[in-house]
């Protein structure tokens, strides 16, 4: 069975402290190892696909990267915009982790 | 553009009636839908997959007598609760993948609330 596990589960940062978060897979046939972004009460937003050990992808402050076993998404001098819960999924049917619940305070 | 909606954003029924929410991708033609519903401080469980003209397949444990879904078009599927109670109260969120394509894109979700 796939799985997928994040950590921290929790992150409280200041604005402005680099930090990353963890997200574990089960190796077996990867097809793609999605991050997004959840706000309260809203949907997911389609952050990065990563396919290959090695990738990596950036978008403003965020950077996603993948190995062999995992991938990490790096932020780099967050805002408090940035505060959201990430979460990342496997391919297929999108076997989700339980998510990092991220707040950055001013 | 990978723009999803959902109707409604926020329904309260009775015990008993049914509920359906539309779900439509906007600016894609979107040949596989799926269904989610995340209760609160959890991660989103996939209740059940569908493609356009096809039978949705439900996950285990899903009621597929209790959660009907359709995907009539490439822009539309519906989930329609039926005989809804108080324990399907939930955040249910739908999402679409166009043909070939790898991500999915998540609509804004529909809160569920049975009385």
């Known amino acids: 069975e796939d799985q997928v596990t994040q950590s921290p589960e929790a992150l409280r940062l200041q604005e402005g402290e680099s930090s990353s978060l963890n997200c574990s897979y089960t190796?077996?046939?990867?097809?793609?190892l999605f991050w997004y972004r959840q706000d309260p009460g809203k949907g997911p937003e389609f952050l990065f696909t990563?396919?290959?050990a090695g990738e990596e992808k950036e978008k403003e402050r965020l950077k996603a990267t993948l190995t062999k076993k995992e991938s990490f998404l790096h932020i780099t001098a967050p805002k408090p915009e940035d505060s959201a819960t990430y979460l990342c999924?496997?391919?297929?049917?999108?076997?989700f982790g339980q998510g990092t619940i991220l707040t950055v305070h001013p | 553009g990978a723009v999803v909606s959902q109707h409604p954003s926020w329904v309260i029924c009775k015990s008993g009636t049914s509920v359906k929410i539309e779900c439509r991708s906007l600016?894609?033609?979107?040949?596989?839908m799926f269904w989610y519903r995340q209760f609160p401080k959890q991660s989103l469980m996939l209740m059940a997959t569908?493609?356009?003209?096809?039978?949705?397949?439900?996950e285990q444990g899903v009621e597929k007598d209790k959660f009907l879904i359709n995907h009539a078009s490439l822009t539309l599927s519906t989930l329609t609760v039926t005989s809804a109670h108080p324990e399907d109260s939930s955040f249910y969120i739908c999402?679409?993948?166009?043909?070939?394509?790898?991500?999915?894109?998540f609509g804004p979700g529909t809160r569920l609330t049975v009385l």
């Open positions: 999402s679409a993948r166009f043909m070939g394509g790898d991500e999915q894109f």
């Open positions: 190796v077996s046939g990867l097809r793609g």
């Open positions: 990563l396919y290959s």
């Open positions: 999924a496997r391919d297929g049917k999108l076997t």
């Open positions: 600016d894609f033609q979107a040949t596989t």
């Open positions: 569908s493609n356009e003209g096809s039978k949705a397949t439900y």
